[in-house]
Nanobody, 122 residues
Framework: VQLVESGGGVVQAGDSLRLSCAAS????????MGWFRQAPGQEREFVGS???????TYADAVKARTTISRDNAKNTAYLEMNSLKPEDTAIYYC?????????????????WGQGTQVTVSS
């Protein structure tokens, strides 16, 4: 199983970004997908998730400006975030879970990507 994030980079405050998570080696539609992020010196935190049935859950801190989606035909999940702030700077990870309870619990996820760096400059 491989999860590969892409779309990170350096952006300006106020910009938008779209991260992709391409999955291989698994039956993608069977898996819920989560997005997490980890800023320097901080613990990994939940950003949002999308279940096998396309139900979405978001962290309160980003809910108003974040959209998570998936394209099962492309085996890819997406994270779109707008109005970016310097505090959004982090490594962003995607994760996959066979559980139907995808959500903020780190331990639910079976597979993780290597992450993509997002840096928001002020």
């Amino acid at each position: 199983v491989q999860l590969v994030e892409s779309g990170g980079g350096v952006v300006q405050a106020g910009d938008s970004l779209r991260l992709s998570c391409a999955a291989s080696g698994l039956h993608f539609s069977y898996f819920g997908m989560g997005w997490f992020r980890q800023a320097p010196g901080q613990e990994r935190e939940f950003v949002g998730s999308i279940s096998q049935r396309y139900d979405t859950t978001y962290a309160d801190a980003v809910k108003a400006r974040t959209t998570i989606s998936r394209d099962n035909a492309k085996n890819t999940a997406y994270l779109e975030m707008n109005s970016l702030k310097p505090e959004d700077t982090a490594i962003y990870y995607c994760a996959a879970t066979i559980s139907t309870s995808s959500g903020p619990s780190y331990d639910v996820y079976d597979y993780w990507g290597q992450g993509t760096q997002v840096t928001v400059s002020s």
